[in-house]
């Protein structure tokens, strides 16, 4: 991840000059570059109802044929650019993702995992299988609805840590968002996210809905230890489209469809519109890096006799120079 401050003529480097300045309140304006692997997978299965020869984790997870009535194996590995600027209490995210389907990276990794148990044999069914270009853009607004300071004081530009008010650290904020994306996921989503503990961060640093986590470093020279906090968020999402759910342009074996024909396979598994989540997490961060902590869930995605709500966590470790920029 690299990030930068817009507007250059600074003498000091350890802070991030504004980019734009109207009275007491500035602007700020940082370009991200992620990348990343996600993947999907059906049922494992249940040996206890499957038999002895299953092993630990089922037969579904070896099986070499297709399997209906649940999500498709899928996988997408991305490179993501976004463009985030902010101004007071609004911050807008603008993302393009460039990605590719159906590479056996999931596959090996997951093969690797399950080595001594049971080898994944659906691989060859996943979306878009032996690889497949596609391209995502979202944008999302976001304003800071409250706030709490840990010193109380003039009031800071609530975008970023003041460059004049150095001790403007929170111990609360209440953060809304709103946004759709048109590609690979094609949605409009809405939601809010509460941290609590000891914040430095901007408010608009962080995703509650992330294809990977985000942050920024901070402008200024910092102590040793300059957050830790925990945090909950939760949201709606309208789902249009989803690529790695229904298939893109080239033939996929299985699919799940929202009105699906009466002779599709997956006939008893339509898709839902809409699905509530919830995300919780927590970042303790240090001057040269930080440690995160998040798990997100979803309301079921598709209907069904395997229909379930859909969960995912990771850890992430961010390594960056606090001192330079935002």
Known sequence: MHSRACEPGSTKPEIAPLCKLEGEQGGYQAHTLAFGVTAFTPRKGDPAEEGPDCLAYGCILASTEPVYDDRP??????????????????????????????????????????????????????????????????????????????????????????????????????????GGSLGFYTNASGGARLRLGLIDSPYWTTDRQPVVFTRRAERRKLPWIREAYAWASGGYTYWCYNALLQGQFRDSRVTLKFHPAPDDPNVASPLNHGAWDYQLGAILRFRPFAVSYQYTSYDALFQGPHSRRHAYWGIYLTVGNPDLAR
């Open 73 to 178: 194996y899928a996988s997408l590995a991305f490179l993501t650019y976004r463009r985030s600027t902010a101004r007071g209490k609004f911050g807008v995210h603008s993302d393009f993702t460039f990605g590719l389907l159906g590479l056996q990276i999931a596959k090996v990794v997951q093969t690797a995992i399950h080595d001594d148990q049971t080898d994944p044999g659906g691989w060859r069914h996943q979306i878009s299988n032996a690889f497949e270009p596609t391209a995502n853009y979202s944008f999302r607004l976001k304003y800071l609805g409250a706030a709490g300071r840990i010193h109380p004081g003039p009031t800071p530009d609530w975008a970023g840590a003041s460059p004049t008010d150095p001790e403007d650290d929170r111990w609360t904020d209440l953060t809304f968002d709103l």
